[in-house]
């Protein structure tokens, strides 16, 4: 049976927000360890290491809260199945919430945010958004 691994992933830090919990473990691959590190590099997470568990990878992910208990990830959506895989080229690449969200993209040079597209002049796969 296949399973959509990035909406696996989506899924389990949505429910960790929902049940205001301070850390999600997600096990690894490539493609989500890069989704990781977007994360932590647009500031929706605090921190994030691969931790070794019984032969397997482990992404273990500390969620950002503020004062008031809000987590920096208002909403995370998956755009592109495996089902219906959805291509951009650069002129159409979204913008989330006016910029102040993020679209994930995998194009020919790597996992990128939809800025990163724009200023290398790519366009690829819509991975998600989050914001």
């Not at 919990?21 to 932590?40: M, N, Q």
């Not at 755009?79 to 219906?84: A, E, Q």
């Not at 969200?101 to 990163?116: L, P, W």
Request: proline residues 2%; positive net charge; glycine residues 8%.
């Amino acid at each position: 049976m296949l399973t959509d691994q990035i909406a696996d992933m989506f899924n389990r830090i949505r429910n960790a927000i929902h049940a205001k919990k301070r850390t999600v473990d997600i096990p690894a691959s490539g493609l989500k360890k890069e989704i990781t590190r977007i994360l932590f590099e647009n500031h929706f997470i605090s921190k994030y290491a691969f931790v070794s568990d019984r032969g397997r990878v482990i992404i273990k992910i500390l969620l950002r809260y503020n004062d008031e208990q809000q987590n920096a990830i208002q909403g995370i959506k998956r755009i592109s199945t495996p089902g219906r895989k959805r291509y951009v080229d650069v002129q159409n690449i979204p913008k989330v919430l006016n910029g102040l969200g993020v679209a994930i993209i995998s194009t020919s040079k790597g996992v990128m945010t939809d800025k990163e597209c724009r200023k290398l002049n790519v366009g690829g796969e819509v991975i998600g958004q989050v914001w």
